[in-house]
């Protein structure tokens, strides 16, 4: 087992994962922008299709994994600690 498959990434870890999925959704955004042209594109329209490309992306699936997984992991900690 990884390093990576025993520890949950501290607060700095998770907004640096965080960033990555931002910047992975802008390349995205963009591809889709300059790629995707039709009258009828709408701001609803268009994220949208930013969306379904993000669902079927492999490395942004995996971090949106990793960051549900840590803020649960860090929402439990905290519970734990009696912060409640």
Same mark, same amino acid.
Not at 26 to 31: D, G, H, L, P
Not at 58 to 68: I, Y
């Given at each position: 087992?990884?390093?990576?498959?025993?520890? /949950?990434?501290?607060?700095?870890? +998770?907004?640096?994962?965080?960033?990555?999925?931002?910047?992975?959704?802008?390349?995205?955004? &963009? $591809?889709?922008?300059?790629?995707?042209?039709?009258?009828?594109?709408?701001?609803?329209?268009?994220? /949208?299709?930013?969306?379904?490309? +993000?669902?079927?992306?492999?490395?942004?699936?995996?971090?949106?994994?990793?960051?549900?997984? &840590? $803020?649960?992991?860090?929402?439990?900690?905290?519970?734990?600690?009696?912060?409640?």
């Amino acid at each position: 087992m990884s390093q990576d498959e025993t520890e /949950l990434p501290s607060e700095q870890e +998770l907004t640096e994962l965080r960033r990555r999925m931002a910047a992975i959704k802008e390349e995205v955004a &963009a $591809e889709v922008e300059a790629k995707w042209v039709t009258p009828y594109r709408t701001p609803e329209v268009f994220d /949208l299709k930013v969306n379904s490309r +993000l669902a079927s992306h492999q490395e942004f699936r995996s971090l949106q994994e990793r960051v549900r997984e &840590a $803020e649960a992991a860090l929402t439990a900690e905290s519970s734990a600690t009696g912060q409640d």
